[in-house]
């Protein structure tokens, strides 16, 4: 149990900024973490092992990517009793991201709407910080990097970066996910369309398959997808995956439908809508997911996770490991060792 009850710290963090609240959380996370200070917010991490994607988990709960863009904080959030932890998106240079404010809280609907777009301070900067940590691999903890193109790259160029990051994060990841399904970079979806997909993925495939030999071991590769995609395109993207022989998938993104929120305050700002709101759509992905590619294709489900009942609902659905990310800032550290027991049922 964390030392420092998240209800306490909760009141004082939402009566900030958003984004304020986030920076302020990482920078303390980031100078504390692998000191006596880490019993502030550390959890128990339940022992639930398991092996997807060939890669041995100590439980199936993760951090989905997103809330720790440069890595800074593997060790410190690990220590609140993940499995895994992915990190990024990272992108080949370092870029600011959008305009702010980009990042709201709508917590009627336990949700957050954000526009940040990538930022990070480039790949040189993520691979020191990936590098540095240490104790949460030590005790077997799974680390994932994540990577996406830079703003200013034509989305016909966009392979070349992806290529860039892939190369740069290969040696140092224990898993690497394509990010195609931001909502934040512009036409970066239109590369979840057919044959886009299978241009980009091709590319990278090749380059893995020259990576592993290159550095004598084999690192999964996973693309993460959005929840707004029909039936059909799922399918299309699903035949796509088992074709390139891509290791996972991981559902999905945030979505940019507003229908759970209308009327509340921030509704109609851009960006990605996530929190509870996306758990159904979630859930409907990774059914569909499921039916198409059979039950050893991993998938890692991640979308409105707010208690342990929302995992095992993942997991019902048909996902193999499961993430949060908004979740956790409503509910606090707690919520990891909850999922995590809920999942080990």
């Known amino acids: 149990m964390p030392l420092i009850p998240y209800a306490l710290t909760r009141p004082f963090l939402f009566g900030m900024d958003p984004e304020q609240a986030h920076e302020l959380t990482l920078g303390s996370i980031a100078r504390l973490q692998n000191t006596p200070a880490a019993c502030l917010w550390a959890g128990e991490r339940v022992s639930d092992p398991v092996t997807v994607a060939g890669l041995r988990f100590p439980n ?30 990272v992108t080949p240079k370092g870029q600011p991201g959008n305009p702010k404010p980009r990042m709201f809280r709508l917590p ?29 691999r030590k005790a077997g903890g799974i680390v994932g990097l994540n990577i996406g193109k830079n703003a200013a790259t034509p989305i016909e160029q966009a392979a070349q970066d992806y290529l860039t990051a892939l190369a740069g994060v290969y040696p140092h990841a224990d898993y690497i996910t394509v990010n195609i399904s931001s909502p934040n970079t512009k036409n970066l979806r239109a590369l979840q369309g057919d044959a886009e997909l299978a241009a980009l993925l091709g590319q990278l495939q090749e380059r893995k398959a020259r990576l592993a030999t290159e550095h004598g071991r084999q690192v999964p590769m996973f693309v993460k997808i959005a929840p707004d995609l029909d039936e059909a395109q799922v399918e299309t993207i699903a035949t796509t995956l088992k074709t390139l022989g891509i290791d996972g998938v991981i559902a999905t993104n945030t979505t940019l439908s507003r ?35 059979g039950a050893a294709f991993p998938i890692i489900g991640v979308g409105g996770v707010l208690s342990g009942a929302d995992a095992a609902a993942k997991r019902a659905a048909g996902a193999d490991l499961v993430q949060v990310y908004t979740g956790l800032i409503y509910r606090g550290p707690a919520l990891v060792p909850e999922c995590a027991r809920a999942l080990a049922k």
């Open 259 to 293: 229908e759970a929120v209308k009327g509340l305050a921030h509704a109609e700002e851009t960006g990605g809508l996530s929190g509870a709101p996306v758990f159904e759509a979630s859930n409907r992905v990774i059914q569909q997911l499921r039916a198409a590619l």
């Open 108 to 136: 009627e609907a336990n949700a957050l709407i954000n526009r940040l777009g990538f930022n990070n301070e480039g790949l040189a900067a993520f691979l020191a910080n990936v590098q540095r940590a240490y104790s949460f």
């Open 60 to 89: 199936r709960i993760g951090l989905a990517a997103g809330l720790d863009k440069n890595g800074r904080c593997i060790d410190g959030l690990g220590a609140m009793g993940f499995g895994f932890i992915e990190v990024g998106t």
